[in-house]
């Protein structure tokens, strides 16, 4: 097979297959993410502003009615935080931040090598840039194994 040829099919059946399928990855982890640290962000602003307003109110004497003062002022501030807690908790247990993190990454490195292929001209050189981009894939899939196998063992 001439190198030209090989480099397509390489480019097009290997690279680009793993480059979709981490943007799917990364699509479907980035959104959730997301969700979860503005909600983390939301519920812990809100817990400082109710905190603030107790100390404010209480500070001034300014009169508050009794369903509010016991909603803003005595429940959000112990609910909220608890409540940041269990997002970032989510955050956390999924390990969100790392996986998108990791998907980037893969796609990245992935860009670089359909970089490189295209500038190969022999085969020796081509041949490293296979290889050490099946050696990136295959730590890849070694590393989804042993997270997976430990989170099915427990």
Known sequence: MPIEEFKAIYVEKRIDDQ???FRRQESRALPMFNRLKLGFWIATILALISTLAYAVCHTAHIE???????TVFYFLP??????AAALISLISINDLQRR??????????????RKRVAYCQTWNSLERVVLKTERALLQEVIEWH??????ESH
């Not at 508050?64 to 016991?70: A, D, S």
């Not at 042993?146 to 989170?151: E, G, K």
């Open 19 to 21: 480059l979709g399928y």
């Open 64 to 70: 508050v009615p009794l369903g509010v003062r016991e």
């Open 78 to 83: 112990i609910s909220l935080p608890i409540i």
């Open 100 to 113: 998108v993190a990791r998907y980037r990454e893969m796609q990245l490195m992935l860009e670089e090598s």
């Open 146 to 151: 042993s997270l997976t196998s430990f989170a």
